[in-house]
């Protein structure tokens, strides 16, 4: 659905640069992909599917279908909220049992700095830890996670890397720090999402860590608890006994969404030259528009990147405005 209704921004912002430089002529905004109403005016029957349904989905929809449970039988992780005092000796702790169970745990962040700075201190205090970041190519990722399910190292760190599709059951442990901090990195969709990876595990367990539960948190847990309970009342009324998912490493397909792989736009346009203010203001408009359309498609990872450049360009904005 984002993407039904950024179509035609995206469009029509790309064109309009080059219409505004001459490289097109002003007809060429003619021939565009559709509005987000003028789609819908075009739809008699429409089925939306989606693990994470959104505002829209939710409120138009005139019937809703729900397929929550598992033939396994393995019901959603408890989650526990905890404070930020002492939480990275805390996290130190938990990763320990959990290795010592032979399981594997995830650690989510908010930022590439205090990703990388957690590695470290991992490293540092004799835990096999791996950090997951934007610049690893996709086979290169690909084969980070097939290690970390074949026991090479015990944890996975990294800012986006627990979307959907990223299917692990080995993982028994996920935690997500800075779950208090308000924006679509944690969101109650990217929680939803990120409370999913701990779910292929019957040992499955969600640790957030934050000193106050924020509406998208009450959210998250409400609705976990909501479908842990559809699956309990399930497995006793059919004597089912929750059972992990038994999936072979070379069976792993659909390991993680492929991200775009083009080269930062901030590096790219590093080497470009601004003619002026204006030209450099109206670069920023546009990246803010794909940083928002980014965040509406669920790609956080790529929205958070955007943000930064988008912050780095505003300081080169005052910086040639006070040299002007």
Do not use: C, W
């Given at each position: ?193 990120t409370i999913g ?7 499955g367990r969600v ?57 930062s736009r901030r ?58």
């Amino acid at each position: 659905i984002p993407q039904i209704g950024g179509m035609y921004m995206g469009d029509r912002s790309r064109k309009q640069t080059l219409v505004d430089y001459g490289f097109r002529l002003p007809s060429a905004i003619d021939n565009r992909p559709l509005k987000f109403d003028e789609f819908m005016e075009r739809m008699n029957q429409l089925v939306l599917v989606s693990a994470t349904p959104g505002e829209f989905e939710r409120t138009e929809s005139n019937r809703v279908v729900e397929q929550i449970v598992r033939p396994t039988g393995i019901v959603d992780p408890e989650i526990e909220v905890r404070p930020t005092a002492n939480q990275i000796d805390d996290l130190m702790n938990e990763i320990r049992a959990t290795t010592d169970q032979g399981e594997r745990t995830l650690v989510t962040t908010l930022t590439k700095k205090m990703a990388e700075d957690l590695t470290n201190y991992l490293i540092e205090h004799g835990v096999k830890v791996r950090y997951l970041h934007s610049d690893i190519d996709t086979l290169e990722r690909i084969q980070i996670i097939r290690e970390l399910r074949l026991g090479e190292y015990d944890v996975l760190v990294g800012v986006n890397l627990l979307r959907e599709g990223l299917d692990m059951p080995e993982v028994s442990l996920v935690a997500i720090l800075d779950a208090d901090k308000e924006g679509f990195l944690r969101g109650e969709t990217s929680l939803i999402q990120t409370i999913g990876r701990a779910a292929r595990n019957t040992a499955g367990r969600v640790l957030m860590y934050g000193d106050k539960e924020t509406e998208a948190m009450r959210s998250a847990i409400s609705e976990t608890d909501r479908r842990r309970a559809i699956q309990v009342a399930y497995n006793e009324r059919h004597q089912i006994t929750p059972t992990t998912i038994v999936k072979g490493v070379a069976e792993e397909g659909n390991l993680l969404a492929i991200e775009d792989k083009a080269p930062s736009r901030r590096r790219r346009r590093q080497e470009d030259e601004f003619d002026g203010p204006d030209e450099l203001e109206k670069t920023i408009v546009q990246m803010e528009e794909e940083m928002h359309e980014a965040a509406e498609d669920l790609r956080f990872e790529q929205a958070a990147r955007l943000r930064d450049e988008v912050r780095e360009l505003r300081r080169d904005l005052e910086a040639m405005k006070a040299g002007a």
